[in-house]
């Protein structure tokens, strides 16, 4: 499984746009990237996922580049509440696989 | 029903107890996992279940028994814990897209 890095913590102000970057240099071929909300005491929250080039959805939008290897999740105007660890993971995209999750990065929205 | 419910959500116990958590879900996910969470650290994978063999044992200790006795529960069955073992316990189960569904977890406690 590749294995996911991204930055330990970052901080914003309510109604910015948050760019989160996910670094997977060993993705193979047939993974996914896929992002996990997850705040205290409650289990991850699926957010978002794709393959290549851009998805959006009602929440946030994912930017992957064309070879792969990084990942941008994009949270426009972000509000107190999405103050929460947000997790990159990569995989199979089919149900089964087993789910690693990385250390995450902590986002912490001020007012 | 978009749900994975897992009960109880706290759960307090010797360490000569024997307990069990339970998660439930209906969505016809064939694949659920039993992940285990330190506070301030990603969720750590015991377990996985796919088709309702075990698929996947993370060289977890005898005293965590898993079973999965159909395609809608999974059992964590707890004997003879140590209190490092608190933490919070959270079940999934994965569809087909890949995309994980969890449940809100169990709290454990070992005293």
């Known amino acids: 499984l590749a294995k996911t890095t991204q930055p330990i913590s970052m901080d914003s102000y309510e109604g910015q746009e948050v760019n989160i970057t996910c670094s997977h240099n060993?993705?193979?071929?047939?993974?996914?990237i896929t992002w996990y909300q997850q705040f205290p005491s409650q289990g991850p929250r699926f957010i978002i996922q794709g393959y290549k080039t851009k998805v959006t959805n009602e929440v946030a939008s994912l930017f992957i580049p064309a070879d792969r290897k990084s990942s941008t999740l994009s949270l426009p105007r972000v509000s107190l509440s999405d103050t929460a660890v947000y997790y990159c993971l990569v995989g199979p995209g089919t149900g089964g696989f087993k789910t690693i999750f990385g250390a995450g990065t902590r986002l912490f929205v001020k007012a | 029903d978009t749900e994975v419910t897992q009960t109880p959500k706290h759960l307090v116990m010797g360490m000569t107890n024997k307990k069990s958590l339970k998660c439930e879900q209906h969505m016809g996910h064939r694949a659920m996992y039993w992940y285990k969470q330190k506070a301030k650290k990603p969720p750590e994978l015991m377990f996985v279940y796919s088709y309702e063999k075990l698929s996947i044992n993370e060289s977890v200790p005898s005293r965590f028994s898993p079973e999965c006795p159909n395609s809608s529960l999974l059992n964590l069955h707890l004997h003879a814990l140590q209190p490092e073992d608190s933490a919070l316990y959270l079940c999934?189960?994965?569809?087909?897209?890949?995309?994980?569904?969890f449940g809100q977890g169990t709290r454990l406690t070992v005293v």
């Open positions: 060993n993705i193979a071929t047939n993974d996914y």
């Open positions: 999934a189960s994965t569809a087909q897209s890949g995309e994980a569904f």
